[in-house]
Nanobody
Framework: QIQLMESGGGSVQAGGSLRVSCKAS????????LAWFRQAPGKRREGVAS?????????YYSNSVKGRFTVSEDNAENTVYLQMNSLKPEDTAMYYC??????????????????????WGQGTQVTVSS
């Protein structure tokens, strides 16, 4: 059974940095598409970044975080990270890790579509104050 567990959220001032982690377990394939989504109060959940794990895989970012956030993995630890720099108050949200256990890659056109992800973590809160 696939399980995803996020950690590393917290509070930071605008301009600061945070790194959130997603520890994954239970995959039957060595390569999978994992993504970070976020949801702010009163807003719909949005895709932030994705990575095709297993080394050298594709990464994608939303326009709102491109150049500030970096998604990466530690394959040996089965962990995906989201390094968030130059944080803004509008980055405040619950951040979720999600896994697509069906398709064989993350795709540029569809990675932010949450319907493709069949496993989700419980989320970790990120709060950025001005």
């Amino acid at each position: 059974q696939i399980q995803l567990m996020e950690s590393g959220g917290g509070s930071v001032q605008a301009g600061g940095s945070l790194r959130v982690s997603c520890k994954a377990s239970g995959f039957t394939r060595s390569r999978n598409c994992l993504a970070w989504f976020r949801q702010a109060p009163g807003k719909r959940r949005e895709g932030v970044a994705s990575i095709y794990t297993g080394g050298g895989g594709s990464t994608y970012y939303s326009n709102s975080v491109k150049g500030r956030f970096t998604v990466s993995e530690d394959n040996a630890e089965n962990t995906v990270y989201l390094q968030m720099n130059s944080l803004k108050p509008e980055d405040t949200a619950m951040y979720y890790c999600a896994a697509d256990s069906v398709r064989i890659d993350c795709y540029s056109g569809s990675w932010p579509v949450e319907d493709y992800y069949d496993h989700w973590g419980q989320g970790t809160q990120v709060t950025v104050s001005s």
